[in-house]
């Protein structure tokens, strides 16, 4: 059975920073693209950032390129999303999501990818 967990998030400052962590069981780590998405209350999922199985190649929205940083452990198994300069609007569930399909895609769209966390939960206060 697949289960991919996201943990990190919580009540941050604006202009503070937090981590986020994912880890997958079910499946080999090495093998899948992963991708970041958020969502606000009221407002669909948006992909941010996602990254190659091999972690040369990664890919920022607009909305948090600069600020944000995308990395994976294949050793530790583990994906990582670092947040920085955290704003009010940051405010949202953060998601992570695997495919381990091989062939082309849009990294920043939710249908891409076939395995999902259940969240994590981060809030920046003003």
């Known amino acids: 059975q697949v289960q991919v967990v996201e943990s990190g998030g919580g009540l941050v400052q604006a202009g503070g920073s937090l981590r986020l962590s994912c880890t997958v069981s079910?499946?080999?780590?090495?093998?899948?693209?992963w991708g970041w998405f958020r969502q606000a209350p009221g407002k669909e999922r948006e992909g941010i950032s996602c990254i190659s199985r091999g972690g040369s190649s990664t890919l920022y929205a607009d909305s948090v390129k600069g600020r944000f940083s995308i990395s994976r452990d294949n050793a530790k198994n583990t994906l990582f999303l670092q947040m920085n300069s955290l704003k009010p609007e940051d405010t949202a569930m953060y998601y992570c999501?695997?495919?381990?399909?091989?062939?082309?895609?849009?990294?920043?769209?939710?249908?891409?990818?076939?395995?999902w966390g259940q969240g994590t939960q981060v809030t920046v206060s003003s």
């Open positions: 999501a695997a495919r381990n399909y091989y062939n082309s895609y849009d990294c920043f769209v939710a249908s891409s990818y076939n395995y």
């Open positions: 079910g499946l080999t780590f090495d093998d899948l693209r």
